[in-house]
T-cell receptor
Framework: DAKTTQPTSMDCAEGRAANLPCNHSTISGNEYVYWYRQIHSQGPQYIIHGLKNNETNEMASLIITEDRKSSTLILPHATLRDTAVYYCIVSSMDSNYQLIWGAGTKLIIKP | DGGITQSPKYLFRKEGQNVTLSCEQNLNHDAMYWYRQDPGQGLRLIYYSQIVNDFQKGDIAEGYSVSREKKESFPLTVTSAQKNPTAFYLC?????????????FGSGTRLTVV
């Protein structure tokens, strides 16, 4: 079973920030939080990952709470091309290279 | 450009036939994976391989087989023993070491068994 809980779906207006929450209340100390997204009928694409500190790259920002039990992926200026399923995954060195995928959040960007 | 190539994109087969899905990567990645995805679901791991000539079963390996004779190639055979083979199949690869969870995925093969 996936170790994370995400809303099934969300809407966001084009040009606004999209904030996607993820609950991982059972995360252990050595587990990272990873975000991928999957545009319809394509392979998933890596977005960002983090351990404790907030992270930012050219695609998104990742905000991890101090207790690490939840996180938020932020797409600062959503475009129609950001419509996709977003997956939040936790994993560690102990997982033998395996990522466990839940159903993710279907994000729909509306014009 | 480096990447993963899956072929074909769409595949139709009759029930009871074995079918092989191709996956080739030129990223020099050591690890390769096969996933199955059903509508509205997440990805489920079928098989994975960390080195040539070695592979391990994932969560749903029954009815599938793989080989890893070359670093670049990780073909998946869907056998007639797989009870419900119609699905979207995704191949991925990753480097070992610090980048091991930075997966690169192919564009997938949609298999339909009639």
């Amino acid at each position: 079973d996936a170790k994370t809980t995400q809303p099934t779906s969300m809407d966001c207006a084009e040009g606004r920030a999209a904030n996607l929450p993820c609950n991982h209340s059972t995360i252990s100390g050595n587990e990272y939080v990873y975000w991928y997204r999957q545009i319809h009928s394509q392979g998933p694409q890596y977005i960002i990952h983090g351990l404790k500190n907030n992270e930012t790259n050219e695609m998104a920002s990742l905000i991890i709470t101090e207790d690490r039990k939840s996180s938020t992926l932020i797409l600062p200026h959503a475009t129609l091309r950001d419509t996709a399923v977003y997956y939040c995954i936790v994993s560690s060195m102990d997982s033998n290279y395996q990522l466990i995928w839940g159903a993710g959040t279907k994000l729909i960007i509306k014009p | 450009d480096g990447g993963i190539t899956q072929s074909p994109k769409y595949l139709f087969r009759k029930e009871g036939q074995n079918v092989t899905l191709s996956c080739e990567q030129n990223l020099n990645h050591d690890a390769m994976y096969w996933y199955r995805q059903d509508p509205g679901q997440g990805l489920r791991l079928i098989y994975y391989s960390q080195i040539v000539n070695d592979f391990q079963k994932g969560d749903i390996a029954e009815g599938y087989s793989v080989s890893r004779e070359k670093k670049e190639s990780f073909p998946l055979t869907v056998t007639s023993a797989q009870k419900n083979p119609t699905a979207f199949y995704l191949c991925a690869s990753s480097a070992l070491g610090a980048g091991k969870w930075l997966y690169t995925f192919g564009s997938g093969t949609r298999l339909t068994v009639v």
